[in-house]
């Protein structure tokens, strides 16, 4: 299993920006994608950005496109999304996941994955 552990999370005004992290350790060798999901309370996880582990590869969803950065720190077993000009809408819980299987391209569905982090809370006010 992979463990997954995110920080960076917190309360920004809108318009600012944040860097999520999320540390990956265990069987680090096993991770082929490294994707970051968001889910409001009531609604289903959303796709947000993905990475392959090589960092050769990466996918955003649409609706977040030209504001998000993923990338990959491979020394640190690390995954960044970075976030600009925050929008209210866009707080919610953050989650990292790992996939430890090979696929064609970055998958986005969230059942795709196998590991979690716990999530954390980014607040964005007005």
């Known amino acids: 299993q992979v463990q997954l552990v995110e920080s960076g999370g917190g309360l920004v005004r809108a318009g600012g920006s944040l860097r999520l992290s999320c540390a990956a350790s265990g069987r680090t060798f096993s991770i082929y994608t490294m994707g970051w999901f968001r889910q409001a309370p009531g609604k289903e996880r959303e796709f947000v950005a993905g990475?392959?582990?090589?960092?050769?590869?990466?996918y955003y969803a649409d609706s977040v496109k030209g504001r998000i950065t993923i990338s990959r720190d491979n020394a640190k077993n690390t995954v960044y999304l970075q976030i600009n000009n925050l929008k209210p809408e866009d707080t919610t819980d953050y989650y990292c996941?790992?996939?430890?299987?090979?696929?064609?391209?970055?998958?986005?569905?969230?059942?795709?994955?196998?590991?979690w982090g716990q999530g954390m809370q980014v607040t964005v006010s007005s």
């Open positions: 996941a790992a996939r430890r299987w090979m696929s064609a391209g970055i998958a986005s569905g969230p059942t795709a994955y196998d590991d």
């Open positions: 990475v392959s582990w090589s960092g050769s590869s990466t």
